[in-house]
């Protein structure tokens, strides 16, 4: 099994950008919460909701191309379960965790767990706050197995699509029905996703240089206009006040706003000039590596630099400065000692179990 991950094409698989785009996504997040710490807002607010909506497109295009053209054998799916569970569980864990025992001390603290939202969190079907996003998405890892086969099994892959099409289609109908923490609400949203790596992976796995180029300098500028423009980013229909739940179903079911998303994920999947500039740096696919750290971190260091008074003393742009430079390196710190070793412990630990199983299965129940 762990020659077979050996094998794959990394050149295929690693895309810079993506890395970069990722992290992009969870400083949108983080800007996008400042202003509940009367920092100051360098975009609009609501647009927070547009970073993890690039987190979710991004997770469907990634599984998509890294396994849609993987066999389905017995070892490949537990490997993939394996690799899911160890790059999730152990920080979310963490960090659930830590919370909620500090919100017992502090009944002001950002992340406010009662017992039954914290067993709803444990259990990826919890509300509060970020870790609502984490249900959604560890619920769509064990979705996309049964996809995983049907696209195997299909010879004529545009059947699959059209399949992904009108469950989408039925997600989208049916959206103000679900809970916003449960995958159907959002399966058209990592359904865009798996499409363009369809799309990548049978029909554009290479286009030219120029139109990599402008395609990805439009990006640029739709996203810019996206994020600091009120007009562009209310352009399909304004937010209207009322439950918060309301307007983020309202978000989820817009469609220019998820084909903008799945349009910047796809075309910085490629890598050439403007993306290797912008995204593709050093610095950004660092941030990018951190981001799951920056995600579930970012809320309660805003916390704790305001409940010292480090933002009235600094000020709002100052203090969103700082507030920022500590983000990343907390993220930083908790990506290189406490999220990497743990996911490779866990992983490690999963698969020697998994091989201890089959190891002393007999051999008409290992060929089952």
Not at 112 to 126: E, K, P
Not at 134 to 147: A, D, K, N, S
Not at 153 to 171: A, E, Q, T
Not at 220 to 236: K, P, R, V
């Amino acid at each position: 099994m762990s020659d077979e991950l050996d094998n794959i094409d990394h050149h295929r698989v690693h895309m810079p950008c993506l890395d970069g785009l990722r992290g992009l996504a969870a400083l949108i997040v983080v800007l996008g919460h400042a202003p509940e710490y009367r920092l100051d807002s360098i975009i609009i607010i609501e647009s927070r909701n547009f970073g993890v909506l690039i987190f979710f497109v991004l997770s469907g295009f990634l599984m998509g191309y890294l396994y849609l053209d993987r066999e389905t054998n017995q070892n490949s799916i537990f490997d993939y379960i394996f690799s899911r569970i160890s790059r999730i569980v152990p920080l979310y864990y963490s960090v659930l965790i830590a919370s909620y025992t500090y919100y017992h001390f502090d009944k002001d603290f950002v992340y406010r767990f009662s017992i039954t939202q914290f067993i709803r969190c444990i259990t990826f079907n919890g509300s509060e706050s970020v870790f609502w996003s984490i249900g959604p998405e560890f619920q769509f890892y064990f979705l996309f197995i049964p996809l995983w086969i049907i696209y195997r099994y299909l010879d004529k892959k545009l059947l699959f699509v059209i399949f992904l099409l009108l469950v989408s289609l039925f997600s989208l109908i049916t959206i103000k029905y679900w809970s916003g923490i449960i995958v159907f609400s959002k399966f058209h949203v990592f359904a865009c996703g798996v499409i363009l790596s369809i799309v990548k992976l049978r029909a554009l796995r290479d286009l030219s240089p120029i139109t990599i180029r402008y395609a990805q300098l439009i990006g640029l500028i739709l996203l810019c206009l996206t994020l600091f423009n009120e007009n562009i980013f209310y352009l399909f229909g304004y937010f209207a006040p009322g439950p918060s739940d309301n307007r983020l179903v309202y978000f989820y079911s817009s469609l220019p706003h998820l084909l903008l998303a799945g349009y910047l994920v796809f075309i910085f999947s490629y890598y050439d000039s403007v993306g290797k500039i912008v995204l593709g740096n050093s610095f950004a696919v660092m941030l990018g590596n951190f981001s799951f750290s920056i995600y579930l971190l970012h809320d309660p260091i805003f916390y704790f630099l305001n409940s010292i008074g480090l933002f009235a003393f600094l000020g709002p742009n100052t203090g969103l400065l700082i507030s920022i430079l500590l983000i990343i390196i907390f993220s930083s710190l908790t990506y290189s000692f406490v999220e990497v070793p743990s996911r490779k412990n866990l992983k490690t630990m999963l698969m020697d179990r998994y091989r201890f199983i089959i190891d002393n299965m007999s051999p008409s129940q290992s060929n089952l």
